[in-house]
C-alpha cells in the first residue's frame, strides 16, 4: 500500500497479502504513519525506515499543500473513473520508460510481469501494483541507487498522466496529526525539514479561521521536542514558529 514513487501510504489493503490497495491517500493516515514509524526507527535505526519517512514527508510538502492555507485531507482513489489507473503500470510501460537503465532488475525487485499482478473480480488486467513484498535477494547499496534513478523516471513519466483529484479541505484535527508528528520526527532525526514543514499546517481554514488545535499541537510538540534534546540553541527556530502562529492568529477570523 506504499506509493514507491511519491511516497505516503494509501487508505488501506484490498487483499491479504497488503499487495493491492484501496488507492485513496489520506491525510491523517499519513500523519499517524509518519509518528509510529518514527518510533519504530527510534529503536533500531533501520535505513527503510528512515527512507519511507523522509519520502512520505515530501509527498505531504509537494502533493498535499493547499495554497494559502494548510494540507488537503485526501487524494481521490480514481481517475477517468478507474481505480489505480494513475499508480498502475503494465509490463510494456514500465520497459519503454526505462530502456536502457537495466529495466529487467527493476522489473524482478518490483514484482513487473506480464500478465500484471493486480487482480480484478479474481482475473490479472495485465496492470502491475510497484511493491517489494516478494524480493528473493538482497540487492547492492549501487543496486538500490539504481533504483532510486529509475523511480524518479517513472515518477516524471507518471506526472504527465491525470492526477487524481485532491479533497481541498483543510481539517484543523487531522492538520494537527500531521503537524504533531513533524517536530518529534525533527527532535528524533534533526531533519531541519521536518520542522519547515510545520507552518504549512498553520494556515487559515476555508472559512478563514485559524485552526487553533493545530497550532496548539504544533507549538507545545516543538518545545517538548526542544526541551527533550536540550538544544537551546535551536530557541531561534522556536521563535520562528511563535511569531508565524501570532501573526495567523492576528489575522484569522474567531
Do not use: C
Amino acid at each position: 500500500i506504499y506509493d514507491h514513487l511519491a511516497g505516503g501510504f494509501a487508505r488501506y489493503s484490498t487483499d491479504d497479502r497488503w499487495l493491492v490497495p484501496h488507492f485513496e491517500k489520506m491525510l491523517y493516515d499519513n500523519a499517524q504513519m509518519i509518528d509510529v514509524l518514527t518510533l519504530v526507527w527510534q529503536y533500531d535505526r533501520k535505513p527503510l525506515y528512515r527512507n519511507r519517512i523522509e519520502d512520505t514527508i515530501g509527498w505531504l510538502l509537494s502533493d498535499m499543500r493547499v495554497e494559502g492555507a494548510a494540507f488537503a485531507s485526501s487524494l481521490d482513489a480514481d481517475t477517468d473513473g478507474e481505480e489505480g489507473k494513475y499508480y498502475l503500470w503494465t509490463d510494456a510501460q514500465i520497459g519503454e520508460a526505462l530502456a536502457g537503465t537495466f529495466v529487467q532488475r527493476f522489473k524482478e525487485a518490483y514484482d513487473i510481469v506480464p500478465e500484471g499482478n493486480f487482480l480484478h473480480d479474481g482475473r490479472r488486467t495485465g496492470a502491475n501494483v510497484l511493491n517489494r513484498l516478494h524480493t528473493p535477494r538482497v540487492y547492492t547499496d549501487a543496486d538500490e541507487s539504481l533504483f532510486a534513478t529509475q523511480r524518479q523516471i517513472l515518477r516524471d513519466a507518471r506526472a504527465r498522466r491525470t492526477p487524481p483529484s485532491r479533497d481541498d479541505k483543510v481539517l484543523a484535527d487531522w492538520n494537527g496529526l500531521a503537524i504533531a508528528a513533524l517536530p518529534l520526527l525533527w527532535a528524533a532525526m534533526s531533519v531541519a525539514k521536518m520542522l519547515i514543514a510545520i507552518p504549512a499546517g498553520l494556515g487559515a481554514d476555508r472559512y478563514g479561521r485559524m485552526p487553533m488545535l493545530a497550532l496548539a499541537w504544533s507549538l507545545r510538540v516543538v518545545v517538548l521536542a526542544m526541551l527533550a534534546r536540550s538544544e537551546v540553541s535551536q530557541i531561534g527556530s522556536m521563535t520562528l514558529v511563535l511569531a508565524y502562529g501570532a501573526s495567523q492568529i492576528g489575522r484569522a477570523h474567531v
